[in-house]
């Protein structure tokens, strides 16, 4: 039988690790609940820290900007590292973190804590999908990936009740202190079913020069997403600043594994396709509970439960999806979990103000389910063309476009709102473009769906870019030594 190979050694490891994946899910689960039991916790957090509410959404922003920014170069740093090492570390830090943020007495030290919380974070997220992928063979790694996105549906789905009772009982701090048992469980996991594999090596200074420029260059578009959402018009000369430090970046040599990886059309479809699908489900977060208040005047307590329709049907189809991914192939199950997402929120575009509760919930039960059906397939069917030596790459531009959409829906949703009046026109509106996005983002997985009904080459995608890193790391003509040849 098929045995997980490890990245750089080329040993055998032992064949599906499933506590490794276990543990993997129970690592997103952490980060989800994170995610989701923060924002709950703000108002409590700005009363006791007596800190404006415009800083507050530091908190959660702090955290997300790590995420971004340094997730290519944490990938690249996983492809020569040892997992094991950086798992155990990323977990400890994490933890620290946690702990700091807990014992925070001002907004700053809490808002600092969440940009080291995010730092270790940067590095988990990346790590996850490689340990994943290492861990289970082919046949299997759908619904190994279908697992690890049901937990992380169930962490969004309960944050908000787990928050509020931990606010309510024990106080806000205690929100940060939850982390800290998991992540000596995960250390403790990682010890005993994670192989070793080398030594940890720092990261070089070219990855510090990188890690540099996307930093400033995310700030940047954060705080300009911060500014124009609340109408101030500093939003675009933080834009304007951002946008040189993006064109700087392709030109730097750390950069030259993404752009190689991306080389790939079997790499390009699936990120296009998270990076739309985040956008979509970051708008339908947003604007759905204006929807639900403003326009339809439903209770708080009614909107909440009602939000939960979207992460229960993505929960619910993820182990579904996961095996039919393995059975029928990535690519066409994921195309499918975009039709039924595309499905859903076309369901949602009349915004009707006369509709209930239980109207709005089971059209975003059908949206959830299309993302469902569509994370697991999608994830397994990016990191399969990554080839063994930049899987942690791999890792970290999936991380990139998830975290990135998210961020950049709701900019989107009050954006298109406002420009029409922020009534239910608008919100129509919103519901229409995030349409728009997700069949963008479907059209290169239909391209490349449609193409391999042709008879298959014999070489992978995988094997194709690992081809093109060996040529361009192929010695020019005068370099090699008299007597040899080129291979």
């Known amino acids: 039988m098929f045995s997980a190979q490890d990245v750089r050694t080329g040993r055998r490891s032992p ?31 700005r009363d006791s820290l007596s800190a404006p509410t415009a800083v507050t959404q530091w908190v959660v922003l702090g955290y997300l900007l790590p995420l971004v920014a340094l997730a290519l170069p944490t990938g690249r740093w996983l492809d020569d590292g040892d997992h094991r090492s950086v798992f155990t570390w990323s977990s400890t830090g994490f933890a620290v973190a946690s702990l700091a943020a807990g014992l925070a007495p001002t907004i700053g030290w809490l808002i600092a804590a969440r940009v080291v919380q995010g730092l270790f974070g940067a590095a988990l997220m990346a790590l996850i999908p490689v340990l994943i992928t290492t861990s289970v063979e082919p046949g299997l ?90 109408g101030q018009p500093q939003w675009l000369f933080l834009a304007l600043v951002a946008v040189p430090l993006l064109l700087i970046w392709p030109r730097l040599p750390a950069s030259v594994p993404v752009r190689t990886l991306l080389t790939s059309a079997d790499m390009r479809a699936p990120l296009a396709a998270l990076a739309a699908t985040s956008v979509a489900s970051g708008l339908i977060f947003y604007i759905v509970p204006f929807l639900l208040v403003t326009i339809m005047a439903t209770s708080a307590p009614l909107t909440g439960i009602t939000m939960l329709a979207f992460p229960l049907g993505a929960a619910a189809l993820g182990p579904f999806a996961g095996l039919m991914a393995d059975r029928y192939g990535p690519r066409r199950t994921t195309l499918f979990g975009l039709v039924v997402l595309t499905g859903g929120l076309l369901l949602l575009l009349p915004a009707d103000p006369v509709w209930s509760a239980r109207d709005v919930a089971w059209r975003l039960a059908v949206a959830g389910a299309g993302i469902g059906l569509f994370n697991a397939p999608n994830m397994s069917a ?89 040529r361009r790391n192929r010695p020019s003509e005068g370099d090699v030594p008299a007597g040899s040849e080129h291979q």
């Open 382 to 470: 990016a990191m399969s063309a990554a080839p063994h030596s930049l899987l942690g790459t791999a890792g970290a531009a999936t991380s990139v476009a998830r975290q990135g959409g998210f961020a950049f829906g709701p900019a989107v949703a009050t954006l298109v709102w406002g420009l029409s009046g922020y009534g239910a026109g608008g919100i129509r509106y919103a519901f229409l473009v995030a349409s728009v996005v997700v069949v963008l983002g479907a059209l290169p997985v239909a391209r490349r769906s449609w193409q391999n009904r042709r008879p298959p080459v014999r070489r992978t995608a995988a094997d194709r870019i690992g081809a093109s890193i060996r």
């Open 15 to 45: 064949v599906n690790r499933w506590w490794v994946v276990g543990g993997m899910g129970l690592a997103v689960f952490l980060a989800s609940l994170d995610m989701s039991i923060v924002n709950v916790a703000l108002p409590a957090i």
């Open 141 to 230: 790694r759908g619904r190994a990936m279908g697992v690890v996105d049901t937990l992380g549906m169930l962490g969004l789905i309960s944050g908000p009740a787990i928050g509020g009772v931990i606010v309510a009982s024990a106080g806000w701090p205690w929100i940060f202190y939850l982390n800290v048992p998991v992540c000596i469980g995960l250390v403790l996991l990682a010890l005993a079913h994670i192989p070793r594999a080398g030594r940890l090596r720092p990261p070089g200074r070219a990855a510090v020069v990188e890690a540099g420029f996307l930093a400033g260059s995310t700030t940047a578009i954060m705080l300009a997403l911060t500014l124009a959402t609340g």
